[in-house]
């Protein structure tokens, strides 16, 4: 499946949205022989309304990404009591996984927010091409007693394009790999555009997004995942960054600022730094 089109794409005060694959450097590529801006397509029937396409009943991933706090009675348990909860959470979180056979495509990826951000504790990246997968996902962690002292702050459902996410290894039939997430930060926040961006013509949206693919070409570290949230959660998008950088991150999110299009930001917050780590790291990280 190729790349969604730019003018449907975030364009906003952090948004940083490569011209085709979501998976590339935040600035894209550049035809060969032609430097300058890379080069972009236009879609002039963004509605349908004129060429009334199908709807795409495709196979495609869906994505969780689901934040947890820990109350601080946990920490008041006797230090044997707590690792045995633990180990119980991370044996739960990982048969998720571990017990799928290899087409059902799950991936989950667990990152520490302790220390960098006070209402939020850990996030667990899920993917799968079922969203039941997720609710039998939260239900193994459920069962745990280590549920009984997590809340869930925040939670979003985002859909991508499969082949924007993973790679199919050669040789392995319906093995997956996810090729995000492999920075040592993973930047999230959900992301909605104001109602006037639409209304827009094809043409002006595109210009706009020139301008800040343009802008973000020199920041080569950092690369984007976007994913569309229409009608299934309250966002229209999650984006998220993955990084080595977070210096070079946060220079590119402010020369964005400077973009035409970050005038159509309705919402960009809360933002997330994620720090990628083992999850018997994060719990132990916790406790």
């Not at 005060?13 to 236009?42: C, F, I, L, W």
């Not at 509605?47 to 706090?69: E, I, W």
């Not at 951000?117 to 997720?134: C, Q, S, T, Y």
């Not at 549920?147 to 093995?175: C, D, F, T, W």
């Amino acid at each position: 499946m190729t790349g969604q089109p730019e003018n449907d794409r975030p364009a906003g005060a952090g948004d940083v949205t490569p011209p085709a694959e979501s998976n590339t450097p935040a600035g894209g590529t550049r035809p060969a022989g032609k430097p300058g801006r890379p080069k972009m397509m236009v879609d002039l029937d963004p509605s349908g309304q004129v060429t009334q396409r199908d709807p795409d009943r495709a196979q495609r991933q869906f994505l969780n990404y689901a934040f947890f706090k820990l109350d601080p009675a946990f920490r008041r348990l006797p230090q044997a009591e707590r690792d045995e909860i633990k180990a119980e959470f991370l044996a739960a979180a990982s048969s998720w996984t571990e017990d799928a056979p290899a087409e059902k495509g799950l991936i989950q990826r667990s990152y520490g927010l302790a220390g960098v951000r006070g209402d939020v504790d850990l996030m667990l990246w899920r993917i799968a091409f079922d969203l039941r997968e997720f609710q039998e996902a939260q239900a193994r962690l459920n069962r745990t007693r280590l549920m009984g002292y997590l809340s869930q702050p925040y939670n979003y459902i985002a859909m991508q394009k499969r082949s924007q996410y993973v790679n199919r290894i050669e040789g392995s039939g319906h093995g997956l790999e996810i090729l995000p997430g492999q920075g040592k930060y993973l930047f999230i926040y959900p992301f909605i555009k104001t109602r006037a961006w639409y209304d827009l013509t094809p043409h002006a949206r595109q210009g706009m997004m020139d301008e800040h693919i343009y802008a973000s070409g020199p920041f080569k570290g950092v690369r984007i995942n976007t994913s569309y949230s229409y009608g299934i959660d309250d966002q229209e998008f999650v984006v998220s960054f993955d990084s080595d950088y977070p210096q070079e991150f946060v220079d590119l999110v402010h020369r964005l600022r400077y973009t035409e299009a970050s005038n159509y930001t309705l919402s960009d917050t809360p933002m997330f730094t994620c720090l990628k780590k083992d999850l018997s790291d994060v719990l132990n990280d916790l406790a």
